[in-house]
C-alpha cells in the first residue's frame, strides 16, 4: 500500500513539475495555518447577509436554523471526500489536481478558469465590498448605497463610488502583502483569524448575557414572502446557506505547502469546517433572539441590526468596527490561497507560464497573486447580489464534479480510504452530489441571467483550452 501510494505521490510531482528553474513552494504550514485558512475562507459575507432573506422566505425561526445545519452537515461531507483526495494527491490546486487526474486536462484547465474569476478573485471583491459596507457605518462616503456612477442595469450593470475605491484599497495592500512571503503572511493571518473568531464569540455570548433579547422571538413565525411551496423554498435557501458555507476546501489548494499533509489536511478542513458550523448557528440564535423574524425579513446588515437592538447605537458603532476588521482576514485568505491554484496549471502548461515564476527571495508566486489582485479590484464594479449568484453556481458546478472523482479513484489501485468516507460509503459523497445538483438547478431557474454568466465563463475555458493547447 505505501509504495502504491508513493507512486501516486511521483505521478502528481512529475504532472506539476517545469523546465523551469523557479525555486520550489516549501512546506511550511501546520495544522493551525491550514485550518485558519479554512475558518478565513469560510466566514465571510454569507452569514451575515442572508439570514433576512431566509426569514422571508421560510418565515420560522427553526427553519432557518435547520438550512444552516443541513447546510453545514453537507460542507463536512465535502470536506471530508475533499481530505480524501487531498491525501491521495497533495499537491497544490485543490480542485484543478482532482479534476484533471479524474476527467482529463480540460476538465482541470476549465475549474483553474473559474477558480480565478469565480472562485477567488469574485469572492474577495465581494468581502472587500462588504468591509467597505461596514466601514460606511463610520464613513458614509464607503457607503455602497451612495455609488457615484452607474453604468448599465440590472446583472450587466457597473458600479463606481466610494466603496468600490475602498474595496481596492484593501484588495491592493493584500496583495501587495502576498508577494513577501506566505510565513509572514500566515503569521498575520493567524491573528486576524483568531480575532475574528474572538468577536464572533464575544458577540454571541455577550448578546446572550447582557443583551436586550427574548426567547419568545423563536416561538413568533412570520409571514412568508415567497411565491413558492415550503419544502422549495426551503431547498432553494440552502442554496444560498451553501453560498456561505463556500470556503471549506480552502486548505487543499496550498496542500504542496502543508506539513505532512497526510494528517494536516484531513484535521484541517474537518476542524476549520465544525468550528464554523458551530459558529454560525450561534451567530443565527443570537440574530433570532436580538429581532423579531418580522423585522428581520429582507434585512441585509443583520449582524449590524441585532448589534443595535441588543446594545444601542454604541454596540452597532463597535460590531461594525470589529467586523470591518475581522472581514479582512476572509480577504487575506483568498488572496494566500487563489494563486496556488494558477501556479499548479501553469507548471502544467494549463496557464500562463508568468503564472508559475516563483520569486526567488520570498518563494512565492508573485505574478499570479499580482494579476488576481487585478482581477479583483476589476470586479469590484460588480454589484454585490450578482457577485454572490455567480460564485454560488460556479462554485458548486466544480465542487460536485470533484466529490463525485472519488467514485472513479476508488477503483484504481493504491488508492488511500479515508475512514471518515469509507463510514457507510457511499452516503457521505453522495449526499453532496444530490444537495450540489439541486442548487445547479434551482440557480438556473431562479437566477437565469447571471447563472448563464457562470455557465459561459466555465464554456469560455473550454474554449480557450482548445485554442491553446499544444496539438
Same mark, same amino acid.
Given at each position: 500500500?505505501?509504495? !502504491?501510494?508513493?507512486?501516486?505521490?511521483?505521478?502528481?510531482?512529475?504532472? /506539476?513539475?517545469?523546465?523551469?528553474?523557479?525555486?520550489?513552494?516549501?512546506?511550511?504550514?501546520?495544522?493551525?495555518?491550514?485550518?485558519?485558512?479554512?475558518?478565513?475562507?469560510?466566514?465571510?459575507?454569507?452569514?451575515?447577509?442572508?439570514?433576512?432573506?431566509?426569514?422571508? /422566505?421560510?418565515?420560522?425561526?427553526?427553519?432557518?436554523?435547520?438550512?444552516?445545519?443541513?447546510?453545514?452537515?453537507?460542507?463536512?461531507?465535502?470536506?471530508?471526500?475533499?481530505?480524501?483526495?487531498?491525501?491521495?494527491?497533495?499537491?497544490?490546486?485543490?480542485?484543478?489536481?482532482?479534476?484533471?487526474?479524474?476527467?482529463?486536462?480540460?476538465?482541470?484547465?476549465?475549474?483553474?478558469?473559474?477558480?480565478?474569476?469565480?472562485?477567488?478573485?469574485?469572492?474577495? &471583491?465581494?468581502?472587500?465590498?462588504?468591509?467597505?459596507?461596514?466601514?460606511?457605518?463610520?464613513?458614509?462616503?464607503?457607503?455602497?448605497?451612495?455609488?457615484?456612477?452607474?453604468?448599465?442595469?440590472?446583472?450587466?450593470?457597473?458600479?463606481?463610488?466610494?466603496?468600490?475605491?475602498? &474595496?481596492?484599497?484593501?484588495?491592493?495592500?493584500?496583495?501587495?502583502?502576498?508577494?513577501?512571503?506566505?510565513?509572514?503572511?500566515?503569521?498575520?493571518?493567524?491573528?486576524?483569524?483568531?480575532?475574528?473568531?474572538?468577536?464572533?464569540?464575544?458577540?454571541? &455570548?455577550?448578546?446572550?448575557?447582557?443583551?436586550?433579547?427574548?426567547?419568545?422571538?423563536?416561538?413568533?413565525?412570520?409571514?412568508?414572502?415567497?411565491?413558492?411551496?415550503?419544502?422549495?423554498?426551503?431547498?432553494?435557501?440552502?442554496?444560498?446557506?451553501?453560498?456561505?458555507?463556500?470556503?471549506?476546501?480552502?486548505?487543499?489548494?496550498?496542500?504542496?505547502?502543508?506539513?505532512?499533509?497526510?494528517?494536516?489536511?484531513?484535521?484541517?478542513?474537518?476542524?476549520?469546517?465544525?468550528?464554523?458550523?458551530?459558529?454560525?448557528?450561534?451567530?443565527?440564535?443570537?440574530?433570532?433572539?436580538?429581532?423579531?423574524?418580522?423585522?428581520?425579513?429582507?434585512?441585509?446588515?443583520?449582524?449590524?441590526?441585532?448589534?443595535?437592538?441588543?446594545?444601542?447605537?454604541?454596540?452597532?458603532?463597535?460590531?461594525?468596527?470589529?467586523?470591518?476588521?475581522?472581514?479582512?482576514?476572509?480577504?487575506?485568505?483568498?488572496?494566500?490561497?487563489?494563486?496556488?491554484?494558477?501556479?499548479?496549471?501553469?507548471?502544467?502548461?494549463?496557464?500562463?507560464?508568468?503564472?508559475?515564476?516563483?520569486?526567488?527571495?520570498?518563494?512565492?508566486?508573485?505574478? !499570479?497573486?499580482?494579476?488576481?489582485?487585478?482581477?479583483?479590484?476589476?470586479?469590484?464594479?460588480?454589484?454585490?447580489?450578482?457577485?454572490?449568484?455567480?460564485?454560488?453556481?460556479?462554485?458548486?458546478?466544480?465542487?460536485?464534479?470533484?466529490?463525485?472523482?472519488?467514485?472513479?479513484?476508488?477503483?484504481?489501485?493504491?488508492?488511500?480510504?479515508?475512514?471518515?468516507?469509507?463510514?457507510?460509503?457511499?452516503?457521505?459523497?453522495?449526499?453532496?452530489?444530490?444537495?450540489?445538483?439541486?442548487?445547479?438547478?434551482?440557480?438556473?431557474?431562479?437566477?437565469?441571467?447571471?447563472?448563464? /454568466?457562470?455557465?459561459?465563463?466555465?464554456?469560455?475555458?473550454?474554449?480557450?483550452?482548445?485554442?491553446?493547447?499544444?496539438?
Amino acid at each position: 500500500m505505501e509504495r !502504491a501510494r508513493v507512486g501516486i505521490r511521483i505521478k502528481i510531482h512529475d504532472m /506539476a513539475s517545469s523546465p523551469s528553474t523557479s525555486p520550489p513552494l516549501l512546506r511550511q504550514l501546520g495544522l493551525v495555518s491550514a485550518a485558519a485558512l479554512v475558518v478565513s475562507n469560510m466566514i465571510g459575507a454569507g452569514i451575515f447577509g442572508t439570514t433576512g432573506f431566509m426569514a422571508a /422566505a421560510l418565515g420560522d425561526a427553526w427553519l432557518i436554523l435547520a438550512a444552516w445545519t443541513v447546510g453545514g452537515l453537507f460542507a463536512m461531507a465535502g470536506a471530508f471526500s475533499y481530505s480524501e483526495l487531498g491525501v491521495n494527491l497533495p499537491s497544490s490546486g485543490g480542485e484543478y489536481v482532482y479534476l484533471t487526474r479524474a476527467y482529463g486536462p480540460m476538465w482541470g484547465y476549465m475549474t483553474g478558469w473559474a477558480s480565478f474569476f469565480a472562485g477567488f478573485s469574485a469572492p474577495i &471583491a465581494t468581502a472587500a465590498l462588504i468591509f467597505s459596507s461596514y466601514l460606511g457605518y463610520f464613513f458614509p462616503v464607503l457607503d455602497p448605497a451612495r455609488t457615484a456612477i452607474v453604468i448599465g442595469s440590472g446583472a450587466f450593470s457597473l458600479r463606481l463610488g466610494g466603496a468600490q475605491l475602498g &474595496a481596492a484599497a484593501l484588495i491592493a495592500a493584500f496583495t501587495l502583502l502576498n508577494c513577501f512571503g506566505v510565513a509572514r503572511v500566515a503569521r498575520i493571518q493567524n491573528f486576524l483569524t483568531a480575532l475574528k473568531v474572538l468577536v464572533i464569540v464575544v458577540f454571541v &455570548a455577550s448578546g446572550f448575557a447582557y443583551g436586550s433579547g427574548s426567547w419568545d422571538h423563536f416561538s413568533q413565525p412570520t409571514t412568508r414572502e415567497a411565491p413558492n411551496a415550503l419544502a422549495v423554498a426551503f431547498v432553494i435557501q440552502l442554496f444560498f446557506v451553501m453560498v456561505g458555507y463556500s470556503g471549506w476546501n480552502a486548505a487543499t489548494y496550498v496542500a504542496e505547502e502543508l506539513k505532512q499533509p497526510e494528517k494536516t489536511l484531513p484535521a484541517a478542513l474537518a476542524l476549520g469546517s465544525g468550528l464554523v458550523l458551530a459558529l454560525y448557528l450561534g451567530l443565527n440564535l443570537v440574530f433570532i433572539y436580538s429581532t423579531p423574524l418580522d423585522e428581520l425579513k429582507g434585512v441585509v446588515a443583520v449582524g449590524m441590526v441585532s448589534a443595535q437592538n441588543l446594545f444601542g447605537d454604541a454596540g452597532a458603532a463597535v460590531f461594525s468596527g470589529l467586523m470591518a476588521v475581522s472581514i479582512m482576514s476572509t480577504v487575506n485568505a483568498m488572496v494566500t490561497i487563489g494563486p496556488r491554484v494558477y501556479y499548479a496549471m501553469a507548471q502544467n502548461g494549463a496557464f500562463p507560464a508568468a503564472a508559475a515564476r516563483v520569486h526567488p527571495r520570498f518563494r512565492t508566486p508573485i505574478v !499570479a497573486i499580482v494579476s488576481q489582485g487585478v482581477c479583483a479590484i476589476l470586479m469590484t464594479l460588480t454589484p454585490i447580489p450578482d457577485l454572490f449568484v455567480f460564485i454560488g453556481f460556479s462554485l458548486t458546478f466544480f465542487s460536485v464534479l470533484a466529490v463525485a472523482s472519488v467514485f472513479r479513484f476508488r477503483r484504481r489501485p493504491g488508492w488511500q480510504r479515508l475512514r471518515a468516507v469509507d463510514f457507510c460509503f457511499p452516503l457521505v459523497p453522495a449526499a453532496y452530489i444530490v444537495v450540489g445538483a439541486g442548487m445547479i438547478v434551482y440557480g438556473m431557474i431562479f437566477a437565469p441571467v447571471v447563472s448563464v /454568466a457562470a455557465l459561459a465563463t466555465i464554456g469560455l475555458g473550454g474554449a480557450v483550452y482548445h485554442l491553446t493547447k499544444v496539438k
